[in-house]
Nanobody, 124 residues
Framework: QVQLVESGGGSVQAGGSLRLSCAPS????????MGWFRQAPGKHREGVAA???????TYADSVKGRFTISKDYAKNTLYLQMNNLTPEDTAMYYC??????????????????WGQGAQVTVSS
């Protein structure tokens, strides 16, 4: 059974930065995808950033140039560095992982495992 544990959420003023971490337990194929999704109150969950088994990264247009996804393969830990945050980034952020290869890295239905979420709040 794979579990994903997020950490690093919090509150910050607009223009500030936060870094989220996700540490999986259990076995995952090295070719799998891992990603970050977010859900704001009253809105659908959306893909933010993802990284494939080969290291290819994908970003939502709304975060390009501001967010960076990375993975420490030695620690098997996923990160999301978020810079120049705006109030529109306020949401619950979820780490997710697929069992193996994924076709559409930002598609929710590609993912098999989900973390419990980390709240990010950005004030103006």
């Amino acid at each position: 059974q794979v579990q994903l544990v997020e950490s690093g959420g919090g509150s910050v003023q607009a223009g500030g930065s936060l870094r989220l971490s996700c540490a999986p337990s259990g076995y995952l194929h090295s070719t799998n995808c891992m990603g970050w999704f977010r859900q704001a109150p009253g809105k659908h969950r959306e893909g933010v950033a993802a990284i494939g088994g080969g290291g290819t990264t994908t970003y939502a247009d709304s975060v390009k140039g501001r967010f960076t996804i990375s993975k420490d393969y030695a620690k098997n830990t996923l990160y999301l560095q978020m810079n120049n945050l705006t109030p529109e980034d306020t949401a619950m952020y979820y780490c997710a992982a697929t069992w193996t290869l994924c076709g559409n890295p930002l598609a929710i239905n590609e993912y098999n495992y989900w973390g419990q979420g980390a709240q990010v709040t950005v004030s103006s």
